[in-house]
Antibody, heavy 120, light 109 residues
Framework: QAQLVQSGAEVTKPGASVKVSCKAS????????IHWVRQAPGQRLEYMGW????????QYSQNFQGRVTLTRDTSASAVYMKLSSLRSEDTAVYYC?????????????WGQGTLVTVSS | QTVVTQEPSLTVSPGGTVTLTCTSN?????????PNWFQQKPGQAPTTLIY???NKHSWTPARFSGSLLGGKAALTLSGVQPEDEADYYC?????????FGGGTKLTVL
């Protein structure tokens, strides 16, 4: 059964960086793209960006350009989301979600989410 | 700035039918926006119900269907069950970017 398993909750300070992992289970990561989405408490889902886990190409939402970096480690079957220059407004649950590389627009399974709390 | 709009809240009776819509401020929603629909229950991650306008995943209950309706993307629930009470989000694709709608809180009452 295909699953995305994310790393545990993080508490960090303003100005710091956080790195969240998303590990593939039950499927070959390199045949998919991975999106990242966040949700602040009580708020809507917000799109952050995407990595092609096959060739490592990335695309970022303008709202996060320059602050977010997506990477992959194929040997670990994992992708990583690093968000820098954190501020309190970045407190949110961060999700990864799988998309087919062969057919555009097919969002599939989601990770369980990782709560990131930014607080001094 | 691209804005995707959904009804903030809707109420439906058990066994009834309800249609949620998804509107783009750039114009009519088409299949080229690859509309996706997600269900999210409190404290849980979203699950994908519909992709590319009207396609269901293997786990999507038959009572959910997607379509294009009058320039909008639409999600119709037929024979609503109490467990369908949740937040529903649409997602549209624009030139290498994706934008979520604000979500619809569906109450089954």
């Amino acid at each position: 059964q295909a699953q995305l398993v994310q790393s545990g909750a993080e508490v960090t300070k303003p100005g710091a960086s956080v790195k969240v992992s998303c590990k593939a289970s039950g499927f070959t990561l390199t045949t998919f793209g991975i999106h990242w989405v966040r949700q602040a408490p009580g708020q809507r889902l917000e799109y952050m960006g995407w990595i092609n886990a096959g060739d490592g190409r990335t695309q970022y939402s303008q709202n996060f350009q320059g602050r977010v970096t997506l990477t992959r480690d194929t040997s670990a079957s994992a992708v990583y989301m690093k968000l820098s220059s954190l501020r309190s407004e970045d407190t949110a649950v961060y999700y990864c979600a799988r998309q087919s590389l062969t057919i555009l627009g097919v969002w599939e399974v989601w990770g369980q989410g990782t709560l990131v709390t930014v607080s001094s | 700035q691209t804005v995707v709009t959904q009804e903030p809240s809707l109420t439906v009776s058990p066994g009834g039918t309800v249609t949620l819509t998804c509107t783009s401020n750039t114009g009519a929603v088409t299949s080229g926006h690859y509309p996706n629909w997600f269900q999210q229950k409190p404290g849980q991650a979203p699950t994908t119900l519909i992709y590319s306008t009207n396609n269901k995943h293997s786990w999507t209950p038959a009572r959910f269907s997607g379509s294009l309706l009058g320039g909008k993307a639409a999600l119709t629930l037929s024979g609503v069950q109490p467990e369908d009470e949740a937040d529903y989000y649409c997602l549209l694709h624009y030139s290498d970017n994706w934008v979520f709608g604000g979500g619809t809180k569906l109450t089954v009452l």
